[in-house]
């Protein structure tokens, strides 16, 4: 849906082209708080049944295609595809593989004129182990990131080898991994950090993941 964005869409047509949000930070930040605060007041006075209605069409959708049935017996379904739920007829896939890749490479053009070095780190979704299926730019999405040279921290493996990759995920549902699943994603990236990048200060006291800060030394 981004790529049909006329605003958006500038971004990759004019590396020069701003809408000089910083210097309106205090305007878009009023804004926001009020759409939020207007948001969480609609949600409280929501009943619960209203907010069952809510989320009771996707819901709907999985469990009748039986994901989650057929993922607690074990079984494979090659039918089963990856619901793309922002996906526009619109646009093509060639032309959302033309954008990402113009995405990474103004993304990788910038950092480096920083001196810095670009590094992506692919984060797995629940629906890789819940419904046992595979995003399906996934592999896609690898390949480009081979081909432009950045470097990519894979989760995926990581996961698939803890003892319990739901517990990962909060409620063990689609959502925001635990604490437990943020440390996993925190050590590796240190662990990168440390065989890649530049000294890594390391903490001299236990400190609780969420809360480490990893410093670089020249």
Same mark, same amino acid.
């Given at each position: 849906? @981004?790529?049909? %964005?006329?605003?958006?869409r500038?971004?990759?047509?004019?590396?020069?082209?701003?809408q000089?949000?910083?210097e309106? &930070?205090?305007?878009?930040?009023?804004?926001?708080?009020?759409?939020v605060?207007?948001g969480? &007041?609609?949600?409280?006075?929501?009943?619960?049944?209203?907010r069952?209605l809510? $989320?009771f069409?996707?819901e709907?959708?999985?469990?009748?295609?039986?994901?989650?049935?057929?993922?607690?017996?074990?079984?494979?379904?090659?039918k089963?595809?990856?619901p793309?739920?922002?996906?526009?007829?619109?646009?093509?896939?060639?032309?959302v593989?033309?954008?990402?890749?113009?995405?990474?490479?103004?993304?990788?053009?910038?950092? @480096? &004129?920083?001196?810095?070095k670009?590094?992506?780190?692919?984060?797995?979704s629940?629906?890789?182990?819940g419904y046992?299926? %595979?995003?399906?730019?996934?592999?896609?999405?690898?390949?480009l990131l081979?081909?432009? $040279?950045i470097p990519?921290?894979?989760l995926?493996?990581?996961?698939?080898n803890?003892?319990?990759?739901?517990a990962l995920?909060?409620?063990r549902?689609?959502g925001?991994?635990?604490a437990?699943?943020n440390?996993?994603?925190a050590?590796?990236v240190?662990?990168?950090?440390q065989?890649?990048?530049?000294?890594?200060a390391l903490p001299t006291r236990?400190? &609780?993941? @969420?809360?480490?800060?990893?410093?670089?030394?020249?």
């Open positions: 849906r @981004e790529i049909t %964005h006329p605003i958006l500038k971004y990759l047509q004019d590396p020069n082209f701003t000089k949000l910083v309106h &930070s205090s305007e878009y930040d009023k804004a926001l708080r009020d759409y605060e207007a969480i &007041s609609v949600e409280q006075n929501r009943g619960f049944s209203e069952l809510a $989320n069409p996707e709907l959708r999985l469990w009748t295609r039986l994901w989650h049935i057929r993922a607690l017996f074990g079984l494979n379904d090659i089963r595809t990856w793309l739920s922002r996906w526009t007829p619109q646009v093509s896939e060639d032309e593989a033309i954008a990402l890749d113009q995405t990474l490479q103004l993304a990788k053009d910038l950092v @480096e &004129s920083w001196g810095g670009f590094v992506v780190i692919y984060l797995p629940y629906r890789t182990f046992r299926i %595979h995003h399906p730019w996934r592999d896609r999405v690898l390949d081979k081909s432009k $040279n990519t921290i894979d995926l493996p990581v996961f698939q803890s003892a319990d990759p739901f995920y909060n409620y549902k689609e925001h991994y635990t437990e699943g440390q996993i994603v050590q590796a240190l662990r990168y950090l065989a890649n990048g530049p000294q890594i236990q400190v &609780s993941p @969420e809360y480490l800060v990893v410093s670089r030394r020249k």
